[in-house]
C-alpha cells in the first residue's frame, strides 16, 4: 500500500467485524474516515452481536451504537484510532457511512465490544458501571503481595501492572498464562527475564512504559507470539527498542500496530539515576 494509504487495506465505508471477550460473541463496527497525515481512522461501533459474519447482509439492519449510559457522554461510540487495522479484525463488506460527522475521540485500542456491554447492562435497568471479569489493573506491591505466590491467576487475560520498580517477568507468566493484554509501568523500574513474555502465546497487546533491564536478547518474537496486534513501547533501552522495532516492523502490513518511542542509551539512564539532567535520549 502507498503512504497515503493504511498498511492493511481498509476504506470508508468498510464494516469490520471481530470477536469479543466481553460478549462471548462477535461484534461489528464501520470505518466512517481515514486520516492520511495523522495516520488514523475514525471508527463508528455498530449497536450488534452474534454469530460470525461473513458478510454486512449477516448483520441485519445494522445502526450505530449510541451511548447513553453516564460513562459514554450521551453520544456514538465514535472514536479515531491509530490506522492500522488490527489483525483480529476482518472486513466483511461496505456500507454507505452511517455518520459522517468527524469525532473527536481518540483511543489506542479498537473497541472489541465493551461499550455494547456497558449500554446493554445500563438499558437492562444495571445501573453499575461495568468492569470486565477478565481484567486486573494493580500496583506493582500488590501484584507481589496477592498474585504471585506460586498461584496461577487462571481466567485473568489483561493485566495493568503500574509502579514497578523490579518485576521478574518469568514469576510473571507462570502465574498468567492466560494474557492476551499486558501494560507495565514504572519509573526507572527494572524487568528482568523480559524473554520469558514469549512464553504467552495468546499475547495480542503489550505496552512496557519507563521500565529497562531488557537487551535485544529479550525481544518478543512473532514465532512465539502469533497473535499480537499492537506494540507501545515508552522510555525503554535502546538495544532493546532497536530490536522490537526492526522485529516487528515488517509484520505492521499484518494487523500489527507498533510505536516505539524514547529509546534510551545506557549514559541517559545512569544519568537519571543519579540525578543528574540526561542528554537527550535517541527518538
Known sequence: MGRDQPPRPVAVGDVVAVYSAALGAWTASQV??????????????????GPEPAAVADLGDVQPLRLTHPWGGNKLSHCNHGWVLPRSF???????????EPSSAYSSIWGRGEQLVRQRRWDSGNREDWKPPYA???????????????????GVEHLTVRGITRLDCARLVAAFPDLTRLSLSGEL????????????????????????GMDASDCLLPRHVPQVEDVWLTSIPADY???????????????????????????????????????????
Open 90 to 100: 476482518t472486513v466483511i463488506g461496505s456500507l454507505l457511512p452511517l455518520v459522517t
Open 241 to 283: 527498542a532497536a530490536a522490537m522495532h526492526r522485529t516487528w516492523r515488517p509484520h505492521v502490513r499484518h494487523g500489527v500496530q507498533l510505536n516505539v518511542y524514547g529509546a534510551r542509551d545506557p549514559e541517559w539512564v545512569a544519568a537519571i539515576a543519579a540525578g543528574s539532567p540526561p542528554r537527550r535520549g535517541r527518538p
Open 136 to 154: 486486573l489493573a494493580c500496583t506493582a506491591e500488590e501484584l507481589a503481595a496477592e498474585h504471585t505466590r506460586g498461584v496461577v491467576q487462571v
Open 189 to 212: 523500574g527494572t524487568l528482568t527475564s523480559a524473554a520469558a513474555l514469549n512464553r504467552l502465546p495468546r499475547l495480542q497487546g503489550l505496552a512496557i512504559f519507563e521500565l529497562f
Open 32 to 49: 466512517t474516515g481515514i486520516d492520511a497525515v495523522a495516520k488514523r481512522v475514525a471508527v463508528l461501533e455498530l449497536d450488534w452481536s
